[in-house]
């Protein structure tokens, strides 16, 4: 897993509340287990005039013109600004792989559903809560200045704009070392390594029939 230490990034609008995973990422693309990919049908139905199918080249799909990650001016924008309960809905993995597949670094929102916050941890993918005022704060903001970026930085656990607002958010400190330092469960249990193949060997000799040979 990618480690997020510090971004400074493009912000692009996603101005409602309580957008759904299936809405992220719809579930005809939900049959690959692999974590790329799906960056093309993120906001699939929101994105196109047509509905989407797995395997579909995207490039040629017509657009929907008025929905704001369309717009020219947000081309490339690698922080998410959302509304309350982002991510709510059913428990895919796919939804914040396709947001990081698109090219996102972070979500700021209000608020998460509880399994998409998590999941965002798993994937390299900083999901940043601020309050309902600052994220409006932010959102005139970025409404008025096109090209509109802002700072993140987690080991100081600040969000800053260059108008000069620095806004703090909370955040669990086993969730950041992890991130700070690109660790996902299978990087956590790697670093045991050395401790597991030791209890393995220990094992096989006391209960070679549970094992079976060791080699």
Request: net charge negative; hydrophobic share 35%.
């Amino acid at each position: 897993m990618k480690a997020f230490t510090a971004h400074r990034g493009l912000v692009g609008p996603m101005d409602r509340a309580n957008v759904d995973t299936d809405m992220i990422i719809p579930k005809q693309f939900l049959k690959s287990i692999k974590r790329s990919g799906f960056g093309p049908n993120l906001f699939d139905e929101l994105r196109y005039q047509d509905e989407g199918q797995p395997g579909v080249d995207c490039s040629n799909r017509p657009l929907k013109a008025e929905f704001p990650l369309n717009f020219p001016r947000y081309k490339g924008a690698s922080v998410l600004l959302a509304r309350k309960n982002f991510g709510c809905g059913s428990s895919r993995e796919h939804a914040p792989w396709a947001l990081e597949d698109y090219g996102f670094n972070a979500v700021i929102a209000p608020s998460y559903a509880d399994i998409f916050y998590n999941n965002c941890f798993k994937n390299g993918l900083l999901p940043v809560i601020l309050t309902e005022e600052q994220v409006d704060i932010l959102f005139k903001e970025m409404d008025a200045e096109e090209g509109y970026q802002l700072s993140i930085d987690l080991p100081s656990q600040t969000v800053t704009t260059d108008s000069g607002h620095v806004f703090t958010f909370e955040l669990d400190e086993f969730r950041k070392d992890c991130l700070l330092n690109g660790l996902d469960e299978i990087g956590l249990t790697l670093q045991e390594s050395d401790a597991i193949k030791e209890y393995e060997v220990k094992r096989a000799a006391q209960h070679p029939w549970v094992f079976g040979a060791i080699k």
